[in-house]
């Protein structure tokens, strides 16, 4: 039997109250790794409550505490960086570097946070009126439910958690059903560094029953869930016929735009490193490339010659360039794009397949793919493919760059290549998306900016930075009258 991981719920390791387990898979081996709970309603239900009382302690904990803890949370990550990076590629199957970039957003972040809870600043304003005092201050809120997905197994969860955890409120945490060992270890971590009994609590299970439970469950107050549109939207509807509060970050159809004037080799690593980098399974991932007519065949035949090099295999080989996708499922889909990319009438230059080498069969491989000739309204062009598929869109000027950027339905991510400086500010003030780079790839967000996109990615708000308070905390506007007499604003001079 393999070891059976547990649930965290009011300070207790629980075992689910229906006793069912599923296994937890390493994508590049097929190998079991450990058994996870499948919880149901009640472990969800029992996770709530638990949540709901200690948030009358935890809201009263001065927020330099609450920082504290979370600064222990950081030096604690800071020991496990290696074993928690090693842990993440043998579940998630990211190359073994980025699993650690992974781990370092979760210690920056803690490090991040525990300094808010000497800040978490508001703020004061005169009043109108003689002798009375004006100030907004934030208010915790209560519990916050975490739902998160598989692709970032550290970094999602400690963005939602440490922002709720500094602001005062309560958590549970419901994580993607195929990292659970992450979870379990930051839970681990967060219980180590002296989170009271009840603060956060951790609830293994599937998104119908133990995510449904959450989002529907009267005592949840705020919804913080990274993850598909498809599940984000519904998310919103369950929430919002309550009227709760939701932050939703989902998925990306991230462009890089090519100018004729750009540093070729460096827009060549960018490319590369953003559209294959974790597989394709980023959120910012580039999967469309806009390239100016000039140097579009250069370029092509140069991005097949790096992609014909890049070496898939296990990410904890270090010579590995791109690790498996995440499960059977995921291959399916990417290769079902793959067809229809050729039916629209795209070309397909290289990949498109799953390798044929004997020792990649037992894990879930699939080449890194290139199109060309391919139009912005082509499926492949519009929808989130989640895989190591890029597609090259040609084009004739900036503004029709931009334009082909702006045509999708997401707008998380974008950037642009080019020497030219007065085209990187008209880019920068017209791509329609939440976050933009200059001559960078379109991933590699730092946690003391705001994260997050327009449109179809999410619903208005931030993650990471000060943003996140925005959203975990309420704001209280206090007036406090030292005049002894009714002072009637609006009215009385
Ligand atoms: P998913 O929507 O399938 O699952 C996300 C989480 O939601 C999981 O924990 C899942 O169990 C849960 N869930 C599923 N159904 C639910 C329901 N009915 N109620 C409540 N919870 C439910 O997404 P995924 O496949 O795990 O993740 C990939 C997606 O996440 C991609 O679209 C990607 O772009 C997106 N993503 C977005 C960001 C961002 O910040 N914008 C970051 C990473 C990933």
Wanted: charge should be negative; hydrophobic fraction near 40%.
């Amino acid at each position: 039997m393999h070891v059976r991981l547990l649930n965290f719920i009011g300070g207790q390791w629980s075992e689910p109250v229906n006793g069912q387990y599923h296994n937890d898979y390493n994508p590049a081996t097929g190998e079991v790794l450990v058994e996870v709970p499948r919880s149901s309603r009640e472990d969800a239900n029992r996770a709530v409550a638990a949540a709901k009382e200690a948030f009358q302690s935890w809201r009263l904990v001065p927020a330099p505490k609450r920082g504290e803890i979370l600064f222990r949370v950081g030096q604690l990550l800071m020991e496990r960086k290696s074993e928690l990076a090693k842990k993440m590629t043998q579940e998630m199957g990211k190359v073994l570097l980025e699993a650690e970039g992974d781990v370092q957003e979760g210690i920056d972040m803690a490090f991040y946070m525990a300094g808010e809870g000497r800040r978490s600043f508001g703020y004061t304003t005169p009043s109108e009126l003689p002798n009375k005092f004006a100030m907004a201050v934030r208010d915790p809120i209560g519990v916050a439910a975490i739902i998160t997905p598989w692709n970032f197994p550290m970094a999602i969860p400690t963005w939602k958690i440490f922002p709720a955890l500094v602001a005062g409120n309560t958590v549970v945490f419901k994580p993607a059903s195929e990292t659970p060992q992450l979870a379990y270890e930051l839970v681990k971590i967060l219980e180590e560094a002296g989170v009271p009994a009840g603060v956060v609590n951790l609830v293994f299970g599937s998104g119908s029953e133990v995510g449904e439970t959450l989002i529907s469950h009267p005592d949840v107050a705020l919804i913080s869930f990274t993850g598909s549109n498809e599940t984000g939207r519904h998310v919103a509807q369950v929430a919002g016929s309550q009227l709760k509060r939701v932050s939703l970050e989902l998925g990306g159809k991230n462009a890089i735009i090519v100018l004729d004037d750009a540093d070729l080799d460096l827009a060549i690593d960018g490319i590369i490193w953003s559209a294959f980098g974790t597989t394709g399974q980023r959120c910012t991932a580039c999967s469309r490339l806009i390239v100016q007519e000039g140097i579009y065949d250069v370029l092509r035949e140069r991005l097949k010659d790096r992609i014909a090099k890049l070496s898939l295999g296990s990410g904890l080989d270090s010579k590995t360039d791109v690790g498996p996708l995440i499960n059977r499922q995921a291959v399916e889909k990417v290769h079902k794009y793959v067809q229809i990319g050729q039916d629209e009438g795209a070309h397909l230059e290289i990949g498109g397949d799953v390798p044929h080498d004997s020792g990649l069969s037992a894990g879930n491989f699939y080449l890194p793919t290139l199109f060309t000739d391919v139009t912005i309204e082509m499926r492949i062009a519009q929808e989130e493919i989640f895989g190591p598929v890029l597609s090259m869109i040609k084009v004739k000027t900036l503004e029709e760059a931009i334009q082909v950027n702006n045509k999708v339905t997401y707008g998380l991510s974008s950037s642009i290549f080019t020497r030219n400086v007065n085209a990187a500010f008209q880019a920068i003030r017209d791509l329609a998306t939440g976050i933009v780079y200059i001559n960078a790839g379109t991933i590699g967000a730092e946690i003391h900016l705001p994260f997050g996109g327009t449109r179809g990615t999410g619903n208005g708000h931030r993650e990471a930075g000060t943003a996140a308070l925005d959203f975990f905390s309420e704001w209280k506007a206090v007036y406090v009258d030292y005049s002894g007499k009714l002072q009637r604003a609006q009215i009385d001079d």
